[in-house]
């Protein structure tokens, strides 16, 4: 059973499971040593090298990649967007950067690339990362949010998109407060979510806020708490689910207010939502 609900989020038992798989692995015989994971992002270096960040459950790697950027380049594959990939890389030269010799892709949700959506809500995911790390909880999500992605399953995507900014949320120390009303500690009654006093908020407290928040409905409530609390294998037995974005963009709003951090990308995600809702 248990296997079956992994595969329900799209998680690989392979990587995601075994939060060891980032500890380092070394052939006696080619003295070379190998780690996989999920491909975060390229940067162009020099004429035809590139910076590779790899996301383990553990930790960010930069990956030192020579001639990735050239078009016959066997290691090309292995740093396409949407992958998770095993790599091996030589030791002795690797110090602030692992260097890379060859590696094979294990697996690739190259159908995210085929929505304007998915692309900008993951870059967006990678940017939050690159900024506060990973962890295993972040990493689960993301791998699901592409798994299901690729498999067409938008709802079960967006669910654990969203699950994963909480986590990074958490580890940024900026989540929001589910268990109470943050005005008055009350638990019935809840109405909204107010960013500015940090949390959940009752009817009676909503009518005395100076800022425009508008109710939610208690599905929303709901899900959000579940959000927060629960973990994502949980989440995907329960049944609520986001709608559409709306939920994802308000998260990435909470990061912005409380960071101060301006994501340029939001405003396009914004109107890629606005453009669907017009099209219905």
């Given at each position: 059973m248990n296997s079956l609900n992994n595969q329900a989020a799209g998680i690989s038992k392979n990587s995601s499971d075994n939060a060891s798989d980032d500890v380092l692995v070394i052939d006696d015989e080619s003295r070379s040593a190998s780690i996989e994971g999920l491909v975060l992002s390229v940067m162009d270096y020099k004429d035809n090298d590139g910076l590779v960040t790899l996301a383990t459950p553990e930790k960010?790697?930069?990956?030192?990649?020579?001639?990735?950027?050239?078009?016959?380049?066997?290691?090309?594959?292995?740093?396409?967007?949407?992958?998770?990939?095993?790599i091996n890389y030589d030791p002795k030269y690797s110090g602030?950067?692992?260097?890379?010799?060859?590696?094979?892709?294990?697996?690739?949700?190259?159908?995210?690339?085929?929505?304007?959506?998915?692309?900008?809500?993951?870059?967006?995911?990678?940017?939050?990362?690159?900024?506060?790390?990973?962890?295993p909880q972040i990493y689960s999500s993301l791998q699901a949010f592409w798994s299901c992605a690729h498999?067409?399953?938008?709802?079960?995507?967006?669910?654990?998109?969203?699950?994963?900014?909480?986590?990074?949320?958490?580890?940024?120390?900026?989540v929001m407060n589910v268990d109470e009303c943050v005005l008055c500690s009350r638990t019935d009654r809840i109405a909204s979510v107010s960013m500015k006093e940090g949390g959940f908020v009752c009817l009676d407290c909503l009518d005395q806020?100076?800022?425009?928040?508008?109710?939610?409905?208690?599905?929303?409530?709901?899900?959000?708490?579940?959000?927060?609390?629960?973990?994502?294998?949980?989440?995907?037995?329960?049944?609520?689910?986001p709608k559409d974005y709306?939920?994802?963009?308000?998260?990435?709003?909470?990061?912005?207010?409380?960071?101060?951090?301006?994501?340029?990308?939001?405003?396009f995600l914004r109107m890629l939502r606005k453009e669907r809702l017009n099209a219905l």
């Open positions: 960010l790697i930069k990956v030192y990649a020579r001639g990735i950027q050239k078009e016959k380049s066997k290691n090309r594959r292995l740093f396409a967007p949407f992958s998770l990939s095993h602030e950067f692992i260097y890379l010799i060859n590696g094979n892709v294990i697996d690739s949700w190259w159908k995210c690339s085929e929505s304007l959506e998915i692309q900008t809500a993951s870059a967006l995911i990678v940017n939050l990362i690159e900024r506060h790390g990973v962890n498999k067409g399953r938008e709802q079960d995507a967006l669910l654990a998109a969203c699950k994963a900014v909480i986590e990074i949320l958490r580890e940024a120390g900026m806020l100076e800022e425009d928040n508008l109710p939610w409905s208690k599905e929303n409530l709901m899900l959000l708490r579940r959000l927060v609390r629960l973990p994502l294998l949980q989440l995907f037995k329960q049944p609520l689910r709306a939920l994802l963009i308000e998260l990435f709003e909470w990061y912005q207010y409380y960071s101060d951090f301006r994501m340029r990308s939001l405003d």
